[in-house]
C-alpha cells in the first residue's frame, strides 16, 4: 500500500516540477521520498528532486542520493557532468530529433610537427618511443609508459552528438608551415602538405562532430621488417603471386574498447526428488528459480571501421591492449591514421548484444546446469568507453584471381589475410622485396 502511495505521490511531483511549481514539487517528493519502499521510486524521487532545487550544492546532493540508489540512472548522471563542467548544456542532443551532420567542408586545426634545432621535417620512428628529425636525426622522446587514458563516460557521450555522429564528407584545414589550404579525406586524421610535405595531425578534440582518440599502440618496427615478415608469411603458406606485390603500407586502424556491467535477469528450472510415503518411487518436483547474475566485461573490442573489419577482426586478439599509451598526436606524424566511420552509439549496441549472447549462453554452466527458460538483457548496461589506434601494415595479395587483403601487426608482428586457409602449391617468392632486406 505504501509503496503504491509513494508512486502516486511521485508521480504528482514529477507533473509539479515540469509545470515549474518547483515549491510544490518538492513537497510532494519530499513526502514520496520518506514513504519509499523501494531503490526505483526513491532513485526517481532524488533526480526529480534535483530539478526542483536552485542551489547548486543542494542539487549536487539529491542526483549524488539518486546515484547511490540506481549508480546507472542516465538522466542523473547526465546532470552531474553538466554541473562538473564535463558537459555543456547546449550540446545535448534531443533524443526525440538527431540533428543530421552537415554535408561538405569543415574547418580544422592541425599540428605541424618541425625539429627545433634545424626546422627539419620530424616523423615519429617505428621503434615506438621517438620522433626523429628527417636531416639531423635529432630524437625527441615521447615519454612512453605513461598509463593510457581513463575510459570516458558512456551516458555522458551518449547525450552528445559526437556519440551519434558519423565523420563529416570532407575537412579543410590550413598548413601551418606554407600556409597551403588543402583537403583531407574523411577516414583519415594525419597528412603531409601537398607544398612543404610537413606533416600535421588534426585535433580531432576541436570538432563538434567526433570523438577524439583516447589511447594508441605506437608502431614498433619498419617497412624493412614488415616486408621480411611478409615473405616469410607467403613462403610459409605456400603461395604464389601473380603479380607485383605493393611494400606494405603503415598506417592506424580505429578501435572501440566496452565495458560492460549490470546484471542479467533468468528465470530456471531445476528437479528435485522427494521421498513419498506412499510409493517405491521419489516424487518428481520442478522448481522455478528467478534470479540475476551478474555482468562484468572489460576492453570488449570492435572494429571503429568497416571498410578492413572482417580482416581486422582476426588481427585485433593479437594485440597487447594493456600496453596502449595515452593518445598523442606526435604519434601519426608521418603516418597515416583512419577515422572512426562506426558511431560510437552503434558500436555499443553491438557490444551490448554481444555480451547479452555471450552471457546467455555461459548462464547454464555458471549455475550449475541450471536449466534456463527465459533471460532478459534489460538491466545490462554499458559503463564506459575508449577510442584506440592500433598500428597495422598493410598490403594486398594477388592470388586465385583476385587481390586479397593482408594486415600485419605493428606491434607484434602477427599476419591476418582474407586468404583461404588451403592454399596452392608453393611457388616463387618476392624477389623483387628481398633487396629492401639486404639494404
Not at 130 to 144: D, F, I, M, N, P
Not at 202 to 215: M, Q, T, V, Y
Not at 264 to 279: A, H, L, R
Not at 323 to 352: F, G, T
Amino acid at each position: 500500500m505504501s509503496n503504491s502511495y509513494s508512486k502516486e505521490l511521485l508521480r504528482t511531483g514529477i507533473i509539479e516540477a515540469k509545470a515549474g511549481h518547483k515549491d510544490t514539487a518538492r513537497r510532494y517528493l519530499d513526502r514520496a521520498i520518506y514513504m519509499a519502499g523501494s531503490h526505483d521510486v526513491l532513485a526517481e524521487a532524488w533526480f526529480w528532486m534535483s530539478e526542483a532545487l536552485d542551489d547548486a550544492l543542494e542539487k549536487r546532493k539529491a542526483l549524488e542520493n539518486c546515484l547511490s540508489h540506481d549508480l546507472h540512472h542516465a538522466r542523473a548522471r547526465r546532470a552531474l557532468a553538466i554541473l562538473d563542467g564535463k558537459l555543456k548544456a547546449d550540446e545535448l542532443v534531443n533524443p526525440d530529433r538527431l540533428p543530421a551532420a552537415p554535408d561538405g567542408l569543415r574547418s580544422a586545426d592541425a599540428d605541424r610537427f618541425m625539429c627545433p634545432k634545424c626546422g627539419g621535417r620530424m616523423s615519429f620512428s617505428p621503434d615506438g618511443v621517438s620522433l626523429v628529425c628527417e636531416y639531423c636525426t635529432r630524437q625527441h622522446a615521447l615519454g612512453l609508459g605513461a598509463k593510457s587514458e581513463d575510459e570516458k563516460d558512456f551516458i555522458v557521450a551518449m547525450a552528445t552528438m559526437k556519440g551519434h555522429g558519423k565523420p563529416l564528407q570532407e575537412q579543410a584545414f590550413r598548413c601551418n608551415g606554407c600556409g597551403a589550404e588543402f583537403i583531407l579525406p574523411p577516414k583519415q586524421i594525419s597528412a603531409n602538405c601537398a607544398y612543404c610535405d610537413s606533416p600535421h595531425v588534426i585535433r580531432i578534440e576541436n570538432s563538434k562532430d567526433l570523438l577524439a582518440p583516447d589511447a594508441i599502440l605506437p608502431h614498433a618496427f619498419d617497412r624493412k621488417r614488415a616486408v621480411k615478415l611478409l615473405i616469410e608469411w607467403v613462403k610459409g603458406n605456400g603461395i604464389t603471386p601473380e603479380k607485383q606485390v605493393e611494400l606494405p603500407r603503415g598506417l592506424y586502424l580505429p578501435l572501440w574498447t566496452f565495458d560492460i556491467g549490470g546484471e542479467i535477469d533468468y528465470t530456471g528450472e531445476m528437479v528435485q526428488y522427494e521421498d513419498n510415503p506412499f510409493s517405491s518411487r521419489d516424487e518428481r518436483k520442478v522448481i522455478r528459480i528467478q534470479d540475476k547474475y551478474p555482468v562484468l566485461v572489460d576492453d570488449l573490442p570492435l572494429p571503429a571501421s568497416r571498410k578492413l573489419s572482417a580482416v581486422f577482426l582476426k588481427l585485433i586478439p593479437t594485440f597487447d591492449l594493456k600496453s596502449l599509451q595515452p593518445y598523442d598526436p606526435r604519434y601519426l606524424a608521418d603516418w597515416l591514421a583512419e577515422i572512426y566511420d562506426v558511431p560510437m552509439a552503434d558500436a555499443s549496441l553491438d557490444a551490448r548484444s554481444q555480451t547479452y549472447r555471450k552471457m546467455k549462453r555461459d548462464l547454464p554452466a555458471l549455475l550449475n546446469g541450471l536449466n534456463i527458460v527465459h533471460t532478459s538483457s534489460a538491466n545490462i548496461m554499458v559503463t564506459s568507453f575508449k577510442l584506440n589506434l592500433l598500428p597495422v601494415w598493410m598490403t594486398e595479395i594477388p592470388f586465385d584471381g583476385r587481390e586479397h587483403l593482408l594486415l600485419i601487426n605493428g606491434q607484434s608482428g602477427h599476419i591476418a589475410s582474407d586468404l583461404p586457409e588451403e592454399e596452392e602449391e608453393a611457388g616463387g617468392l618476392f624477389s623483387f622485396l628481398s633487396d629492401l632486406l639486404n639494404d
